[in-house]
C-alpha cells in the first residue's frame, strides 16, 4: 500500500499506524499529522497480533499491552513470566519487538543445584538427586560422627539449604547438666536470679579434657521472663567434644494477653499485660469502635471492662444527594470511583478483576472502591453489595465530573479532594504507589508496621 500524504490525512487511519522499516508519527490533539522516516508500504496497524503468542510450560504469564489492546501479543506488549515451584525463567520480562519477535526466551526450566562433594568417610542419599526439593541425608561410616548439617535440600536459588558435613572421630567425654525448675519472678520485677552448680565432665578415653564451655547466662544471673536454652561442651585431648542442654524458665504473673481488634489498633503502658497495665483501642479507616475503649490488669488478674471490636462501618445508600453520600466517608475512607459505559467495557472488566485480586492491599489503606456502569437511566452504581439509585449515581458523576461514555477513574482523598483521574486501567500496584506517597498515609504506615498489620500476598 503506497503511503501518501492522502493516506495520512484520511480519518480513517487516524489510529496509530505502523510502517515497514520506519515510524509514522502524528498529533491527535490538533486533528493533523506529522510523518517521520516512513517507507513505502504498510504492514498492519498498532493493535493487531504482532509477535507469536506466548506458551509457557512449568509456568503461567501476565501481559499488559501499550494501549490496553485486546490482543496481549501485540508491538510493545511487556510479559512478565512466572514459574512454577521447581522452575526458574530464563527471562522475567519480555517485550514484543519491532522484528516480531520476543526481545528474549522464556522459557521454564528446571532448577538443579551443584552436584554435591561426597563427605570423607561417609556419604549420602538423595530423594531426587540434585533437582529442586530434592532432599539429601549424609551418614558416617561406622566409627564416624556426623559432624554438621544431617540433611540438605535443593533449593529454588540453586544453592543447597546446608554444606556438606564432615565425619569425625567418635567416643566424645560426657557431662551432665543440672535441673533447674522454673522461677518466679521477685515482687515488683520481670526477672529472677537462678543458680546451679556447675557440672564436671568425664573422658572415656585418658580421662584428660581441656575445656568446659557454657553457653548463655552464668550461674547467679538475673533471668528476663522466658524460656532460655543453655549448654555445657566439653573437650577431651583428641577434640571430641560432649555436650548438655538444660534450660531456665522465668514467670511473671500476668493477665492474660489482649491483642488489637480487627481494623484497629491498641496501645498500652508499662508491660503490656502485667498488673496494673492499661491498653487503650483506637479504630481506623472508617470503623466504629464497640465496647471498652481502654481496659487496665486488675489485682485479680482479670481485664476491666468489656470485649473492644472495631465494626465495619455503615454505609447509607439510601441518601438523597452525592454530596451526603461522599460525607459518609469523610476523614474515614479513600474512595476510588470506576466509571464504564457499560459491564461490557475492556478496560472496566481489566481494572475490575486486577483490583479484586488487590483486596487486601485496598482494605489497608482504606480504601472503598465505587462503580457507576451504563447510562442514565439505566445506570447501576454499586458500593460493593450496597446498591445506589440511578439518581444517585448521576450525581455522583455530575459532582465528579466523570463522563459517561467513557471509562474513567477519580481517586478522592480522606478529605474529599480529588487527587488523581485514570482514562485508562492501571494495576494495583500503580495505585497503590500513588495513594503511599499522600502525607497521611505515611503516618497510617508507620502505625499499621508497629501494629504488624500486612498483606501476605
Known amino acids: 500500500m503506497e503511503v501518501t500524504e492522502k493516506v495520512i490525512r484520511n480519518p480513517l487511519y487516524l489510529p496509530v499506524l505502523k510502517v515497514m522499516g520506519g515510524f509514522l508519527f502524528f498529533h491527535s490533539g490538533s486533528g493533523s499529522l506529522s510523518l517521520k522516516k516512513v517507507s513505502a508500504s504498510f504492514c498492519c496497524f498498532l493493535g493487531t497480533p504482532w509477535c507469536a503468542p506466548i506458551k509457557i510450560k512449568h509456568g503461567d504469564v501476565s501481559c499488559r499491552t501499550p494501549r490496553g489492546e485486546h490482543y496481549r501479543n ?94 569425625v572421630d567418635i567416643d566424645p567425654p560426657k557431662i551432665k547438666c543440672p535441673n533447674v525448675k522454673d522461677k518466679w519472678a521477685e515482687p515488683g520485677k520481670l526477672t529472677a536470679r537462678v ?72 496501645k498500652c503502658d508499662s508491660d503490656k499485660d502485667n498488673y496494673g497495665a492499661t491498653c487503650e483501642f483506637t479504630c481506623t479507616g472508617g470503623s466504629e469502635l464497640r465496647g471498652s475503649a481502654a481496659r487496665v490488669c486488675q489485682y485479680g488478674l482479670t481485664w476491666s471492662g468489656s470485649d473492644t471490636t472495631c465494626a465495619p462501618m455503615n454505609i447509607n445508600v439510601g441518601v438523597r444527594t452525592a ?69 444517585l449515581a448521576l450525581q455522583l458523576r455530575l459532582l465528579l465530573q466523570i463522563p459517561q461514555r467513557s471509562f474513567q477513574m477519580v481517586l478522592v482523598d480522606k478529605q474529599g479532594t480529588d487527587k488523581q483521574r485514570y482514562p485508562f486501567p492501571i494495576t494495583a500496584a500503580e495505585l497503590f504507589t500513588t495513594i503511599d506517597t499522600f502525607p497521611l498515609r505515611k503516618d497510617e504506615m508507620l502505625v499499621q508496621q508497629e501494629a504488624g498489620q500486612t498483606c501476605q500476598s
Open 323 to 391: 454530596a451526603a453520600l461522599l460525607d459518609q466517608f469523610y476523614e474515614k475512607r479513600r474512595l476510588l470511583v470506576i466509571s464504564a459505559p457499560t459491564a461490557a467495557n475492556h478496560n472496566y472488566r481489566f481494572q475490575m478483576t486486577n483490583l479484586q485480586q488487590a483486596q487486601c492491599g485496598l482494605d489497608l489503606r482504606h480504601v472503598t472502591v465505587i462503580e457507576l456502569v451504563g447510562t442514565y437511566p439505566a445506570q447501576v452504581g454499586r458500593i460493593r453489595h450496597n446498591l445506589l439509585s440511578p439518581g
Open 74 to 167: 501485540v508491538m510493545g506488549t511487556r510479559c512478565k513470566i512466572r514459574c512454577k515451584q521447581g522452575y526458574e525463567a530464563q527471562s522475567s520480562e519480555v517485550v514484543c519487538m519491532a522484528s516480531k519477535h520476543w526481545s528474549s526466551n522464556y522459557a521454564c526450566r528446571e532448577i538443579r543445584c551443584p552436584k554435591l562433594d561426597m563427605p570423607i568417610n561417609g556419604g549420602y542419599k538423595c530423594s531426587d538427586g540434585s533437582y529442586f526439593n530434592s532432599r539429601c541425608e549424609f551418614f558416617c561410616s561406622p566409627g564416624f560422627t556426623l559432624k554438621g548439617q544431617k540433611t540438605a535440600t535443593c533449593r529454588y536459588n540453586v544453592v543447597w539449604s546446608a554444606g556438606v558435613p564432615s565425619c
Open 195 to 266: 543458680t546451679w552448680d556447675t557440672p564436671e565432665g568425664v573422658d572415656t578415653a585418658d580421662g584428660i579434657l581441656t575445656d568446659v564451655i557454657l553457653k548463655g547466662k552464668p550461674s547467679k544471673s538475673n533471668f528476663p521472663e522466658g524460656l532460655h536454652k543453655m549448654s555445657y561442651t566439653v573437650f577431651d585431648r583428641a577434640g571430641n567434644k560432649g555436650s548438655c542442654r538444660f534450660t531456665v524458665r522465668v514467670r511473671v504473673r500476668r493477665c492474660s494477653p489482649l491483642f488489637p481488634p480487627d481494623n484497629g489498633y491498641m
